[in-house]
């Protein structure tokens, strides 16, 4: 069974960074790609950044040039670096491992105030 955890949400203030990080157990075999979504109240689950094969990356428009998604496979964890944070970058962010299906974690919250 595949266990997603995040941790580093919090509040900041706008202009502030965040760390966050995802901690992946429960299998040996890697993931096809991981990837931290966000979803703010009334808001649907967008994709915020992800990490396939080749450390190939991908970032939302919203995002690029600000945060910055890496990992480690050795210790089985994924980041995404928050830099300039604004209060429009506020929500709930999910780790997402994407395997034959699709897991997430219980997601951590970021707050970002004006």
């Known amino acids: 069974q595949v266990q997603l955890v995040e941790s580093g949400g919090g509040l900041v203030q706008a202009g502030g960074s965040l760390r966050l990080s995802c901690a992946r157990s429960g299998s040996i075999v890697r993931p096809n790609a991981m990837g931290w979504y966000r979803q703010a109240p009334g808001k649907q689950r967008e994709l915020v950044a992800s990490?396939?094969?080749?450390?190939?990356?991908i970032y939302a428009d919203s995002v690029k040039g600000r945060f910055t998604i890496s990992r480690d496979n050795a210790k089985s964890t994924v980041n995404l670096q928050m830099n300039s944070l604004k209060p429009e970058d506020t929500g709930v962010y999910y780790c997402?491992?994407?395997?034959?299906?699709?897991?997430w974690g219980q997601g951590t919250q970021v707050t970002v105030a004006s």
């Open positions: 997402a491992a994407d395997y034959v299906t699709r897991y």
């Open positions: 990490i396939g094969s080749g450390e190939r990356t």
